[in-house]
């Protein structure tokens, strides 16, 4: 491994942590066909962006993202800034010639996301946009299963992304529930992960019918200096109310290219549910399910198996010569969490750069999701059918 | 126990087997406020009725059904054909002052039931349409939680009812598969049972979205007499070949009253799932879910439970002073299956009739439900909303 | 099936009701070789044995159980009282050439078992000791995959059957809890059932180690009259307290005569478990778990399976035409309960009565069962090992 | 964090790896009282001891133990050598005055441990053995649930820890399976782990009878060579064959200084058992119930919930203000691995050397688990009861 690429990241906020924390453990247990240096992490302000570059584990720290983009230093830009800045980033990026890994959403909408695809094109850069849950390592079982025809022909995606977080009303009005700063709600954030996995597992969706639905209207502004947010507060005895502008939920249907049906569902309200991602899967020859607060299962059922002995299989996917990516953890049993989905994408990518070729997600698969995404709001506001 | 309810039952298919078992259970079981007698069953083929009545155990046996729902010796009739006789039948039989129990589903399109729950009320009969899952002792749990607020507000009604009986292509063009016979496919037949519980647990739906679906379009008719069965049979080399005109899946998003979102699907192509329904219910202090393959366990989230002790409850609605139910069964953890939701709903169906109360669910609920039913085939044809 | 069986039942508390059911329920759900006639309900209460007739649905009632064994009009005779007349009961049914299937444990020591075992075998009689868990399909589906050599050879045997109605410090010294009466606790009651299941599936016991124990050493006494109860019964304060003479909880390891290792806990005093009985069995091939609080399922780990989809089948076992005893019943994934193991039962010992073939569990296997109760009472006051 | 603590790691095995891991991780996920620094990687082989440095991380390789033991620059010495040389090495580096963190078996016998303890109180240092499982954040969780009395009265402590990779019995004659070179099998491998979690969560075992089996009596040794290797190697045709002399499985009964009944199992011959940990700990008020393969969960009944809604609740142990160590790691329901409870660890033991207060597990701890770990070889010779 005589090669190292210099990464920069621009952007730190939670997803700095999980990026970084991949960065710092790909080459740790991964053979890799390069080394990985985490060079300079970059963001606006210079005591946060000092504080985290020490916490994190950074050479370089850095307030001016231009400049580190192009530094002939960097070989690889990461891209963790909010969601409306992703765009100029990753495109200047991709000019100055750096392999780029954007988080997702990859833009704002269709048409943001084919001017990053173009650039990244016509910079010949290895493009990657970050949905690491391809890389749990029961998706990526799940995959290989149906790329070998395991399960036959496809009839059902169910998919459903469930969390919590906002169910008391007194959650104050956090930039994540404003339409302008954030696009989306529910949608934008955890929507486009089953979306994304849809995409992976089963082909393009052809068209949807949605709903996305607000159930708390107003909530109280974060402070008292939100009153002059421009937010539409409003006084309720004291406290500033403000209007939530984006969806708590959305609930979708729809049918995929091959003529299997979607059934999806993204919310913020339903108590008890943390990061409650579950699949599920029926084809013609056998069915898949999974569930990411369980993310080492798999569960298969086998209809060739004998009749008396058929039944869904707890699969444990940390067997090291026989499931993706276990091999380079853990003995099997002993399981793997969350920030291992971004290590085991992080590691990929290191090896797409080096080998030059495009690393799925590419920037194709952002522009295509998002299309999906936005027929989805579409469809909801129109109250039609929508084609993708 | 002085007074006697002799019961006719009318049909003696699949659900005849049942009906018979909930008969004969229910006064050993539970201290009711009449005494059972199994007297007469009824159906078109004397040497079948009179072997059914041999192995459920009725008295009588008689191919007259008009004649049996006249005699004065009947008090309660059993309405157990198929469909497309169901409303005749009701109907006779609330003219004869007999109360009725009647299969799902009650009619075959609203005006049916309508005049069903018309000719009822007219004659003062005590009526039930049999959708017997309401008196899965889980499900009445759940609905106990809900009624007394244990939920809070209600936000997400998910559910969905799985089977898998006819994946394979093979499998023939039986009656359930041809519209003319059976209405439509997994919709009326299992699609019925979670639109009833949505409404029983979550009140009235509002709109609804839905796409109904058919994987397999032809299948082998059932024998080479199906060639003149006028089902459009077309010869494939030997085989005869028929066009399958009823839904294999239907998937529904929509909207209750109260405006909790509604997210349905009913298969009978998910290959692993032999009975599955499933709910989930969210609210705005806590969430149920219930796996009718798990059927004797409420899971049920607390929000009120310590920070570091919150989590889904798994109760084995089993306890004899707490769950309802229980008492009249087994002491706890000795669990309760299929039939005995059978036998809990004639229980109160037979102490209903004793206090001349109505026995929810009433053929008006039978009505409501057909009219849901019948907005999600409009809104899978239309391709638009459809308000009930 | 002209000819019909008429049976006695003798004794009618909690198995009299699981009793009546079953003789009830299995000419009605299985195709039996001769029918059943619940003829005679005995008991020593005039009252309470009228009672019981009318309720459980017996033709006539009696306290005097010698003549009704005696009658020419029984056939079988179905020993349902305290276990310290087991023996006697059995012995004179079977003295007058009546079949009997008795409650388990069969007798109160080996000897008494034997002097029953003798008693059937002289007078030719079909004789059964109602171990009703062997018929849980779950259990009899593995016990054909452990004799078609499915699991290859047999390494462990896990079980435990853990409740928890004593753990209150309050719950009164009934008479389960005094040994004079009840012989033993948790050991009789329910280790008794672990170990036939042991035996069933595993073979015989070969020597043992273990531990019994009382959490619980005093407890009120169920009435004020409990003071002259000669129980030991001594004043603290106003309440009477008494010694409990049984055993809370025994826990045991062992060897099995094909050189697999045993471990068995049977308890009431963990808390959540109510009729909790999970057995593990670990072979050269494969591996089974069940857990009869899911008694429809049965967990199958076949190392057979291709490296990548190992894992724990689930199977629900109610397949008609695959699982044992599941034709009789409902479709698919339709559930079934406790009741059940006792329906299949009595079935199964109508038909071994007319084929006048033993019908297992004999009470020879009644009798091993008590020698390897008597070796874990020995074994735990002693302190040391000891042979079956 | 001005202060930086230079660890020396003495060993580079599996254990090497999620030592190394720990680390490294530590400082970037925990606020802790001094920095960390992975100074020197310490091993016989000069090559492997470079590859492992560069693989892992180090700054330094060395083959020199003691020298680096006995350098001014290390704090901390990390002992992860063969169990055989624990005792050497540990002792050495507290005579040095260095902080010594040592896997687990602290020696090879009570007398070693004892040895080990003495020299590290008389050196004043701080002494961990790495029994990482305890900072399992479920298993701290249980531990602060038994400490503030939500159990209540312990009464039973059931454990198993379960393998499956020794079944196939073409599977070599490695050195675990030796006992000159490993002590024991399944017993001081993996038996260790549920006798620690025993005495920190229930406290100390009294006395144990205990029976340790061999299935396999013979495997194939590892290469021709092993014919001279005095393993007592047998020709079986062109194959060598040698004695397996360590136990395959042992299980346990036992009771605790508080009364409470010990149930273990320790076993590498449990098909589908991967790293399968599962402990049971039932109380007056409550249970828990943890599973290793799901280690983000545990189960908790709180007997005091109302009637009707008790039940196990699935806590998922990941909430930052609650759970221990959630905080330090990722949002709710984003799950941790195995080798987070190595870096929870190693965090923990930053702070004591900081405090200079005692970490536990000490090596008093260690030493009184050897003194249960030899009871239950000797109850296993002796076939008696032994008292620890």
């Known amino acids: 491994m005589s090669k190292t690429l210099k990464v920069a990241l621009i952007g730190y906020r939670f997803m700095g942590k999980a990026h970084s924390n991949a960065w710092r453990q790909a080459p740790r247990f991964f053979d890799l066909k390069a080394d990985v240096e985490l060079h300079t992490i970059c963001g606006r302000n210079p005591e946060a962006v000092e504080a985290a570059r020490s916490e994190l584990g950074w050479s370089h720290a850095s307030t001016d993202w231009k400049a580190v983009i192009n530094s002939p230093e960097i070989d690889i830009v990461d891209v963790c800034t909010p969601n409306d800045s992703h765009a100029e980033i990753s495109i200047e990026a991709a000019k100055a010639g750096k392999h780029v890994l954007c988080e997702k959403p990859l833009g704002m909408d269709p048409a943001q996301c084919q001017e990053m695809l173009d650039a990244a094109q016509k910079a010949s850069v290895v493009h990657m946009v970050c949905h690491n849950y391809r890389r749990i390592p029961a998706i990526a079982q799940a995959k290989k299963m149906i790329e070998d025809g395991t399960l036959g022909d496809l009839y059902h995606y169910r998919a459903r992304y469930a969390q919590d977080w906002i169910v008391d009303p007194e959650f104050p009005l956090v930039w994540r529930l404003q339409k302008g700063v954030s696009g989306s709600g529910a949608h934008g954030d955890i929507n486009a992960h089953i979306i994304d996995l849809g995409r ?151 090896n797409a750069v080096m080998d030059g070729t495009p690393g799925q997600p590419t920037f194709e698969d952002g522009l295509r999701n998002q299309r999906v995404l936005e027929a989805i709001e579409q469809s909801s506001e129109s109250r039609n059918w929508v084609k993708i």
Not at 215 to 232: H, M, T, V, Y
Not at 335 to 340: A, F, Q, V
């Open 200 to 350: 992976y597992l089963m082909g393009e969706f052809e068209e949807v019918s949605s709903f996305m639905n607000t159930f708390i209207k107003q909530r109280p502004l974060e402070d008292s200096a939100g009153k002059g947010s421009g937010l539409g507060g409003a006084s309720t005895g004291e406290r500033q109310m403000g209007e939530v502008t984006v969806d708590d939920a959305v609930t979708t249907i729809g049918r995929f290219a091959n003529g299997a049906m979607a059934n999806l569902e993204a919310t913020r309200f339903a108590l008890g549910r943390k990061n409650h991602i579950t699949l599920e899967i029926n084809g013609s020859k056998g069915s898949l399910y999974f569930d990411f607060e369980d993310m080492n299962r798999l569960k298969y059922f086998n209809n060739e198996d004998p009749d008396d002995r058929k039944g869904f299989r707890d699969i444990i996917v940390t067997e090291g010569g026989a499931h993706p990516y276990a091999g380079s953890w853990w003995p099997p049993g002993h399981i793997l969490g969350y920030e291992h989905t971004f290590v085991n994408t992080f590691a990929d990518f290191v």
